[in-house]
């Protein structure tokens, strides 16, 4: 029996929405670049050691774009050397002051993200902004929220409807057109899933920008990771969407590690390591969550693509651990270990766990 292939699959997903490509660094964002997994420092941006060390965490994690925040002359002080040592493309994320964009740019950063709803006077600063991003090569992401979206639209739409995060962008888009600027990519976020896939389905109808898409205050685990996978699995499945940030109550390297697998379950981006488990039953002669949990810890950071079932009982355990590349299906205190569709070992369920790692590094070194 050959090797599961967790490369990429073929999956139902539509072709992608054709969008205009931009580079944020040296990663393509739109056309027919792969889709990117963005995220955010929690870390104050001044503190240079502590931010850089959390985009190292972040870029180990699968992290391909981050975006630190700039609310003050400290931060904006601490972008040249960030800019210039961080392994992935740093991104500035400017609110109130359109002056920290200027400074962002001359800082080297690889990208701005702007919120007009919330810059003082902004569209009187867009010809001076385009300006400064020709000449540097910098790319403006316009990210209109919910939470701050402008007076005058609201007072319109009554609320943060679609239309009204949709014409926000757009008409932000329009002004940086006006001269000439169109390195642009849009999010139109909101914290309900309906309404941001409403506002992503209406956008990616009326422009061919590059989008990012983003349920904003999605909350903590479960809450957000469930919102975001239903969100980006209906959009991206559609064709809409060029990058990704799971937004969570939680440290930014989870953000990144749901990301990579809403991708990977879309068969848009390759798969690693996957672990097959059943949810347990009155059948399960062992216990399979922490079994689960024990051998999803041994496998932490496992490099190669790996299917691994791990299957409490004889009922569906000999099957799923045959369709596996390695597997263990268990009962009375052992566990029959599967390679490629053959049981080659029975051992006792305290070797469990060291006998599949011992597997697996065996799968590695015979196949890479």
Known sequence: MTAVNLGMLATTVRPRHRTRQIMVGHVPVGGDAPVSVQSMTTTPTADIDATLQQIAELTAAGCQIVRVAVPSQDDADALPTIAAKSPIPVVADIHF?????????????????????NIKKFDDKV???AAAATAAK??????????SLDPRLLAKHGHATPEALVES???????????????????????????????????AQRCDYPLHLGVTEAGPPPQGTVKSAVAFGVLLSE????????????????????????????????????????????????????????????????????????MGCVVNGPGEAREADLGVSCGNGKGQIFVKGEVIKTVPEHQIVETLVDEALRIARATH
């Open 239 to 310: 064709g809409i969407g060029d990058t990704i940030r799971v937004s969570l109550s939680a440290p930014p390297v989870e953000e990144v590690k749901i990301g990579a697998q809403i991708l990977a379950s879309l068969g848009l981006r390759p798969r690693k390591l996957e672990i097959v488990s059943c949810p347990s039953c009155g059948r399960a002669q062992v216990d399979v969550y922490t079994l689960a949990a024990k051998v999803e810890a041994a496998f932490d950071g496992f490099p190669h693509p790996l299917r691994v079932a791990v």
């Open 169 to 203: 962008a757009l008409w932000e888009c329009s002004l940086f057109e006006e001269h000439g600027f169109r390195d642009l990519k849009i999010s139109v976020k909101h914290h309900d899933p309906l309404v941001m896939i409403a506002a992503y389905r209406l956008l």
């Open 97 to 117: 002051q359109p002056r920290y964009v200027f400074a962002a740019i001359d800082a080297g950063c690889a990208a701005i993200r702007v919120n007009p709803g």
């Open 127 to 129: 010809k001076q902004i």
């Open 138 to 147: 910098v790319p403006i992401r316009i990210g209109v929220n919910a939470g």
